[in-house]
């Protein structure tokens, strides 16, 4: 991908921002921490609390009691708690900012706690801070692709987890999307009677997409295609796939028609 003058001035700016951001969370907890009676300080289990207490009304300072926890007590069952507390409080926010901050922090925990339970959790996350950015099809699918990427390592990974079900939901979701985004790019070929540009992109969503809401009229656009282009013995297979299998298709009449228009002309060739 290319990386415009542009694109990386926002990208510095962005990432100045969260640094600052983060530089005043670690002075605003320093100055927190300062303040607590020592038994809780001290206290893995009272410092989790407090965090947990706070991370609803004032999610900076519950962050920041949590980090506590994490710094004093790394291998402390409350760690891992708080650690995803902080990962879903950044995925509850919703904006892109903080889905990837919650994106980094699921994949830390992963990287630091492989053997928890809640692994599988984590990964069907990180596919979902992707997909809840994803766009309409006819727009960008970076991140489609990007959540179905991740839906499918929960399936393939944790095949046995409660979040495959849901991962495998959400990649017919994904699936759908980015069949529909490649389905009307081939269609604006079509109808712009750019047959060979739409041949090729409907066939990719043919082999990609098999499960396609709208393969009909994929069948029938590629079919239409080659029969526009006079390539009539590529046109009948998908004719007569498309009247075979989706009998109660509205291209069916148009299908039919066009198959008896491909027998005269075998006829007339005789």
């Known amino acids: 991908m290319k990386i415009t003058t542009k694109s990386a001035s926002r990208l510095i700016v962005f990432l100045t921002i969260i640094l600052m951001l983060l530089s005043a969370s670690c002075h605003k907890s320093q100055n927190s921490i300062e303040t607590l009676p020592p038994e809780t300080v001290s206290s893995d289990e009272n410092l989790f609390n407090l965090g947990q207490q706070y991370i609803k009304k004032d999610m900076e300072k519950g962050i920041l009691f949590l980090r506590q926890v994490i710094d004093s007590f790394p291998r402390s069952f409350y760690a891992q708690r708080a650690k995803l507390l902080i990962a879903d409080a950044y995925f509850k926010k919703g904006d892109e900012?903080?889905?990837?901050?919650?994106?980094?922090?699921?994949?830390?925990?992963?990287?630091?706690?492989?053997?928890s339970p809640s692994v599988p959790y984590c990964q069907y996350q990180i596919a979902m801070t992707y997909y809840k950015n994803v766009m309409k099809p006819g727009r960008d699918q970076t991140k489609t692709l990007q959540a179905l990427q991740e839906f499918r390592k929960v399936v393939a990974n944790y095949p046995?987890?409660?979040y495959a079900k849901q991962a495998e939901e959400k990649i017919k979701d994904c699936e759908q999307r980015l069949a529909t985004h490649e389905f009307l790019i081939g269609e604006f070929y079509y109808k712009s009677r750019a047959f060979r540009a739409a041949i090729g992109r409907l066939s990719e969503v043919m082999t990609k997409y098999p499960e396609f809401n709208k393969m009909d009229f994929v069948y029938y656009y590629i079919a239409d295609s080659y029969f526009q282009s006079k390539n009539y013995d590529q046109a009948q297979p998908y004719f007569t796939?498309?009247?075979?299998?989706?009998?109660?298709?509205?291209?069916?009449?148009?299908?039919q028609e066009k198959l008896r228009v491909l027998e005269d002309r075998k006829k007339t060739a005789k």
């Open 97 to 115: 900012a903080n889905l990837i901050l919650a994106s980094a922090e699921y994949r830390e925990f992963m990287t630091l706690y492989p053997t």
């Open 160 to 162: 046995n987890s409660d």
């Open 241 to 255: 796939k498309l009247v075979s299998d989706y009998p109660n298709s509205k291209l069916v009449k148009k299908a």
